[in-house]
């Protein structure tokens, strides 16, 4: 009879350089998907920045009809930041997004704060936004005065 002990090979387990060179690579991957990942938080399109805009601004309107108070976006182009007085949600302009704001009959495109209103009986003050990424890309939203609704529409080019 053969003891046991004889019949293992050198082959069982993992020696302690196969687990280094495996871990090496675990912690490459997740190195290079987390720089990915904060690239694509900085580097955001015209349209998709425009859907969340969009999507602000709508939940701002049904809460102002729910409510039947008036709710407010606030629009600040020199501080960069966008803010829902309503739900006190604020959100910063990304670096690569330009806006352009057209209310009150007034273009605002550099400084200032540009309120957008709603109010409980479902209308608004009215907005057209335009959002243009670094490539040149824009998207517009239009905010109807009359019923309140936002609506996104896309658009090639040109400057803000």
């Known amino acids: 009879m053969i003891p046991i002990a004889a019949t293992r090979s050198r082959n069982d387990g993992f020696?302690?350089?196969?687990?280094?060179?495996?871990?090496?690579?675990?912690?490459?991957?997740?190195?290079?998907?987390g720089y990915a990942f904060s690239k694509r938080q900085t580097d955001v399109t015209a349209h998709d920045y425009a859907?969340?805009?969009?999507?602000m601004l709508t939940t701002a309107h049904q809460s102002a009809i729910i409510s039947g108070k008036t709710a407010m976006?606030?629009?600040n182009i020199q501080?960069?930041?966008?803010?829902?007085?309503?739900e006190g949600h604020v959100s910063s302009i990304p670096r690569n997004i330009e806006i352009a704001i057209l209310a009150g009959q007034e273009l605002i495109a550099t400084e200032g704060e540009v309120p957008v209103y709603f109010f409980g009986q479902g209308g608004s003050t009215g907005a057209q936004i335009t959002i243009q990424d670094h490539n040149?890309?824009?998207?517009?939203?239009?905010?109807?005065w009359l019923t309140g609704l936002t609506q996104l529409k896309e658009s090639r080019g040109g400057n803000l």
């Open 73 to 75: 976006v606030e629009f």
């Open 79 to 86: 501080s960069r930041t966008i803010v829902d007085h309503k």
């Open 136 to 144: 040149r890309r824009r998207a517009e939203l239009h905010v109807n």
């Open 51 to 55: 859907r969340e805009i969009g999507q």
């Open 15 to 33: 020696t302690l350089i196969e687990v280094l060179v495996v871990m090496l690579i675990i912690a490459l991957t997740a190195g290079i998907s």
